[in-house]
């Protein structure tokens, strides 16, 4: 049994499911993701700060994704079909975290998924209710600005990010 989790690995949830749409299975806060974020600011400059990984998206046509939790089952993603096949809201009221699956996509070299292992304890350590307003705060600038993974300075004030 995982000792993080608050619910003793049985399905839970303290959030209504529309505030759960920012909450990815594996720990991702979907809220800052520059793909989004573009979309609902329609912004590029979200998408220009990207890795180079990402140069063949960043032209392409502005499409908000709905996130893992749209009704799309098998898409490919093993972790969110493992999660949303047992009931959990998210991994961490898995008795099996952090599987393997976990850790390895924690550790792909991608910058932002090395957050999820520490983002999926926080979400057992105060809840996905708390979790998700401190990650709303976390991902906006003073001047009210959204914010994204990558971006370096804020897209409305050019005030320099820092994130603690």
Same mark, same amino acid.
């Given at each position: 049994m995982n000792p993080l989790s608050e619910s003793s690995g049985q399905p839970h949830s303290d959030s209504p499911s529309e505030s759960l749409a920012l909450l990815a299975y594996c720990g991702l806060y979907c809220g800052a993701c520059s793909f989004r974020v573009a979309a609902e600011e329609n912004d590029r400059r979200h998408l220009r700060v990207l890795p180079a990984k990402y140069d063949y998206l960043k032209e392409q046509e502005l499409q908000l994704c709905p996130g893992c939790r749209a009704d799309?089952? &098998?898409?490919?993603?093993?972790?969110? &079909?493992?999660?949303?096949?047992?009931?959990?809201?998210?991994?961490?009221?898995?008795?099996?975290?952090?599987?393997?699956a976990i850790r390895q996509f924690a550790?792909?070299?991608?910058?932002?998924?090395?957050?999820?292992?520490? &983002?999926?304890?926080?979400?057992?350590?105060?809840?996905?209710t708390a979790w998700l307003a401190e990650q709303a705060s976390r991902w906006r600038c003073s001047c009210g600005a959204q914010l994204s993974w990558y971006a370096r300075d804020c897209p409305m004030c050019g005030g320099r990010i820092t994130r603690g």
């Amino acid at each position: 049994m995982n000792p993080l989790s608050e619910s003793s690995g049985q399905p839970h949830s303290d959030s209504p499911s529309e505030s759960l749409a920012l909450l990815a299975y594996c720990g991702l806060y979907c809220g800052a993701c520059s793909f989004r974020v573009a979309a609902e600011e329609n912004d590029r400059r979200h998408l220009r700060v990207l890795p180079a990984k990402y140069d063949y998206l960043k032209e392409q046509e502005l499409q908000l994704c709905p996130g893992c939790r749209a009704d799309v089952d &098998n898409d490919g993603c093993a972790i969110k &079909n493992c999660a949303r096949g047992k009931g959990f809201a998210h991994c961490g009221e898995c008795g099996e975290y952090p599987c393997a699956a976990i850790r390895q996509f924690a550790g792909d070299g991608i910058p932002h998924h090395a957050e999820i292992i520490e &983002n999926i304890e926080a979400l057992c350590r105060v809840g996905t209710t708390a979790w998700l307003a401190e990650q709303a705060s976390r991902w906006r600038c003073s001047c009210g600005a959204q914010l994204s993974w990558y971006a370096r300075d804020c897209p409305m004030c050019g005030g320099r990010i820092t994130r603690g």
